[in-house]
């Protein structure tokens, strides 16, 4: 029976169509090529960007497609649909997290040198903040960047960059003014094949599809034009884009979760033990039933989420309650569904063992769930308020 949406429309249904089939055909027969590559090859980026995926939020100035928030959410629910978080990953990170800076607060020549060819998949973009001695604490950061004539000069290291082995270039954080703390980070566009930069492939648990890189600047010399909005307000800026991004790993957390039930029940009714289908018993008939529920309650506050932010609030609170509530959601689904499969569950030929190892990552990339839950305490416990810091958004 087809149910009205508080969210989507007719064309968003349609929208959804062609991404699941792009998604069934051109994605998921690579699977086993790329999982065991554990590379993503430039000509799929170049392929969506001709079918207008890599540009679906920005403007139609730069190449984009200027369509409204609930497109992105059908399509990086879709996304996840492929089974391959590290796909899912690279993709997310291009257009959502990287180029997202550029488009919110770049230069007009900046988004014509990097947002265009991003949006048309020419190029691939990485997000640097971690580094190997700071990890969650982007205020500890010390890759710095210092002023010489018309070149910044970057010196520093960063780790766990998703696209940083093949990317073409990377939104830097670095200290512009490292007494200043907080106040002393910029954001700045660095062409990752620079002389003074070296990378070096993470050998990761799961995600193998996506390259993830520990990436080293020694004197990096940048146009000073590289500079990503205001000197010195980078830390301001990123606070207010991971929210989108935790918003982003919500939406593909309650997608990918479902889609391991999905794998979980067709198992169970083809799977017989005891002389009859492993879904007759009630012992796993009441656990899919607690599986079930988990999803759909994740994605109806997930969906409130989205709606807040399309109304431009500053949804710091919810968007920090989203990502680690799916994301511990999701780790206990996969592992919950991997057990109905038994030992098969532990063979790298089932799909969802792979979900199991990608899921894993989900409490700690883009914030750890103790980050959450204090970034939450402190909204709900120490009444902490956030205001937005690009153009139209509300305090």
């Not at 968003?12 to 554990?38: G, M, N, Y």
């Not at 000509?43 to 928030?69: H, K, N, Q, T, V």
């Not at 969650?136 to 002023?147: N, Q, W």
């Not at 007759?280 to 309650?297: C, N, P, S």
Request: glycine content about 8%.
């Amino acid at each position: 029976m087809k149910r009205s949406s508080l969210y989507f429309t007719e064309d968003h249904a349609l929208f959804r169509q062609s991404v699941r089939q792009f998604i069934d055909q051109e994605i998921v027969p690579q699977t086993e090529e790329w999982e065991t590559k554990r590379r993503i090859p430039h000509s799929i980026f170049r392929r969506m960007g001709d079918l207008g995926y890599l540009g679906l939020p920005f403007s139609e100035e730069y190449g984009g497609a200027g369509a409204d928030f609930w497109f992105s959410v059908v399509f990086l629910e879709e996304l996840a649909r492929c089974g391959m978080g590290g796909f899912a990953t690279a993709v997310s990170v291009h257009e959502y997290m990287a180029i997202n800076h550029i488009a919110k607060a770049g230069s007009t020549d900046l988004k014509q040198r990097y947002l265009v060819p991003a949006i048309k998949g020419e190029k691939i973009a990485a997000l640097g903040i971690t580094e190997p001695d700071t990890g969650s604490d982007v205020s500890a950061i010390r890759t710095s960047a210092r002023l010489d004539g018309d070149e910044y000069v970057i010196s520093g290291a960063k780790t766990f960059i998703s696209n940083g082995t093949y990317g073409d270039f990377i939104t830097l954080a670095v200290k512009t003014k490292p007494e200043a703390g907080t106040n002393g980070i910029s954001l700045m566009v660095v062409d990752l094949e620079s002389a003074g930069i070296s990378r070096t492939k993470l050998n990761k648990m799961g995600w193998h599809s996506s390259d993830t890189a520990e990436i080293r600047f020694d004197e990096v010399r940048v146009p000073a034009t590289n500079l990503i909005g205001m000197q010195h307000m980078g830390f301001y800026y990123l606070m207010e884009s991971l929210q989108l991004e935790r918003l982003v790993a919500a939406v593909m957390a309650v997608s990918g979760a479902e889609l391991a039930l999905e794998w979980t029940l067709n198992y169970l009714h083809e799977r017989e033990a005891f002389g009859r289908k492993i879904g007759m018993f009630q012992a796993i008939r009441h656990k899919i039933a607690d599986v079930a529920t988990e999803i759909e309650v994740a994605r109806q506050f997930v969906y409130h989420t989205c709606w807040l932010f399309t109304q431009g609030e500053v949804v710091v609170k919810e968007c920090s309650m989203a990502k680690l509530h799916t994301s511990e959601m999701q780790k206990r689904v996969v592992d919950t569904c991997l057990q109905f499969f038994g030992g098969y569950g532990y063979i790298e030929d089932y799909p969802i063992c792979r979900a199991y190892r990608d899921a894993r990552v989900g409490t700690i990339a883009g914030g750890t769930s103790e980050i959450m839950r204090e970034i939450i305490a402190k909204v709900v416990m120490d009444a902490v308020t956030y205001k937005g810091v690009y153009e139209g958004r509300k305090e």
